[in-house]
């Protein structure tokens, strides 16, 4: 069974970092595209990050800028999405996704999803 399992989401300070972890397993996710999507109470799931397999050039949403770092470690399976300067508008359930290619990502053409983790910024 494909599964993506996402970690590390939590309540976090404004201005404060935190880092999310996501782990793949019943097969290897070596050759995927990796990235992450959230979503917002009452907004639709939006692309964040995403990363192509051999760990080139990462797309950024503009709206995470130089905040958010994703990086990937191909032989633990996994994908990880480092954010820092957390403002209340990341708030959000992240989703971690795999794809074909990073195009496929950013065209929501997604072939796993992992369940979420929460993200909640807030004093």
């Known amino acids: 069974q494909v599964q993506l399992t996402e970690s590390g989401g939590g309540l976090v300070q404004p201005g404060g970092s935190l880092s999310l972890s996501c782990v793949g397993s019943?097969?290897?996710?070596?050759?995927?595209?990796m990235g992450w999507f959230r979503q917002a109470p009452g907004k639709e799931r939006e692309i964040v990050v995403a990363?192509?397999?051999?760990?080139?050039?990462?797309y950024y949403a503009a709206s995470v800028g130089n905040r958010f770092t994703i990086t990937r470690d191909n032989a633990k399976n996994a994908v990880f999405l480092q954010m820092d300067s957390l403002t209340s508008e990341d708030t959000a359930v992240y989703f971690c996704?795999?794809?074909?290619?990073?195009?496929?990502?950013?065209?929501?053409?997604?072939?796993?999803w992992g369940q979420g983790t929460q993200v909640t910024v807030s004093a």
């Open positions: 990363i192509p397999w051999h760990s080139g050039v990462p």
């Open positions: 996704a795999t794809a074909s290619a990073i195009s496929d990502i950013r065209n929501n053409e997604i072939e796993s």
């Open positions: 019943g097969r290897s996710f070596s050759m995927d595209a």
